[in-house]
Structures are given as C-alpha cells and as structure tokens.
C-alpha cells in the first residue's frame, strides 16, 4: 500500500494494489504536462485507488485515436494521472505525487524518439 496527493495537499490518495509496471515517456503531450523533458508514471489497477479532493479531468483523443484523460488538482494544477482507453483498467499515477517518490523504478523508457538532447532521463 501507498499514498500520494498533489502540491496544495488538497488531493490524496491510496492505493492498494501494486505497481503493474512503470515508464519513463518522453513524448510530447507528457513533455507539457510535465513541464520537463519526460513524464515518470506507473501503471496500477484503476480499482485499487482511491482518492479525494477536487480532481479535474481533461480528456482528448491522442494522434493514435485512444481516448487519454489527464487528471490534475484544480487547485493548485499538480498532475496526478494519465490514462488511455488502449488500458482502460489502469490508471497511471505520476511518480512525483507519491508522497514517497523514492519508490518509483523505471521499468522502460518510451517514446525516446521525441526524447530532448538536454534530457538525459
Ligand atoms: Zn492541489
Ligand atoms: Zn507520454
């Protein structure tokens, strides 16, 4: 079991499964909602989560036609998770929520193609 919430502390979670696996993206749709040059999440059962507090949910289609939601605190804009309809049952928590986030490993990098020369990852 582990926790996280976002920057303002509004939000909090708990979640009581493990992780499936975890990624390091570099696409560009990560790269704005990071900030940064890659956005560091793992993949954990939807139903094993649970979380209060004022989560905002912004939905689009990716170039690849899955559904992705961003979800975000609409106080203070931490980002908590992305999901895809490619994995509806999961839900990707982003390491830097995780009120521990020395527990976060990166299994795998991905979309390295879009990776920036300034970063390493
Ligand atoms: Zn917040
Ligand atoms: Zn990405």
Redesign the pocket.
């Known amino acids: 079991m582990f926790k996280g919430g976002c920057l303002c502390k509004a939000i909090n979670y708990e979640v009581t499964g493990g992780i499936k696996f975890s990624v390091l993206?570099?696409?560009r749709?990560?790269q704005n909602i990071s900030g940064g040059g890659h956005?560091p999440q793992m993949a954990v059962d939807r139903d094993t989560v649970t979380m209060i507090g004022p989560l905002k949910i912004r939905t689009w289609k990716s170039e690849s036609g899955n559904d992705i939601e961003h979800a975000f605190c609409s106080e203070c804009g931490s980002s908590i998770y992305?999901s895809t309809s490619m994995m509806p049952e999961n839900i990707f928590l982003v390491a830097g929520s995780l009120d521990d986030p020395s527990i976060f490993k990166a299994d795998q990098r991905?979309?390295e193609d879009s990776r920036q020369p300034w970063d390493r990852g």
């Open positions: 993206c570099f696409c749709e990560c956005l992305k991905v979309y």
